[in-house]
């Protein structure tokens, strides 16, 4: 495996927590289409709980109970949602650490190119030889 430089082990770092962040956004979404469904069902059972028609008081029992299962589900979906959401918030902090890490060691690298560069051109300049025994001979 080649050596890498330091910014190019950290864009892989940045890539992989960037990944890391993707999945805790995917794990939110999911979480709050859950919650969607759970809210468009509850509100099902409190429109056959108020309703007027014959068939459905004879479930109101089983509708009373599905409510009741649903608010569990509801409240356990909340919690698992406000997680997520600190999760994707922590995954962004970190890869926003890394990322800036990354641009730090890239102009480091960068300015110390610039400043190899300079002393090549000096070097050249003013000629200095690869062995001092040379000059002499």
């Known amino acids: 495996m080649a050596d890498k430089t330091r910014s190019q082990k950290l864009k892989r770092l940045v890539a992989v927590q960037r990944h890391l962040e ?5 794990d939110l979404a999911e ?3 859950q919650r969607a469904e759970v809210n468009d069902q509850m509100d099902s059972v409190i429109l056959a709980l108020g309703s ?9 029992q089983g509708y009373a109970d599905r409510f009741n299962r649903l608010g569990i589900k509801d409240k ?4 698992m949602q406000q997680i997520h959401e600190m999760r994707v918030v922590q995954e962004r902090a970190k890869g926003d650490r890394l ?6 060691a890239l102009e480091s690298e960068r300015r110390e190119a ?8 000096i070097d050249q300049k003013f000629g200095t030889p ?3 025994k040379l000059q002499k001979s």
């Open 22 to 26: 993707q999945m805790a956004e995917f």
């Open 31 to 33: 979480t709050s289409r």
């Open 52 to 60: 007027m028609d014959p068939v459905h008081h004879a479930f109101s």
């Open 76 to 79: 356990q979906l909340t919690g």
């Open 99 to 104: 990322e800036d890490g990354m641009r730090e």
């Open 114 to 121: 610039d400043d190899n560069a300079v002393y090549d051109l």
């Open 130 to 132: 690869a062995s001092s």
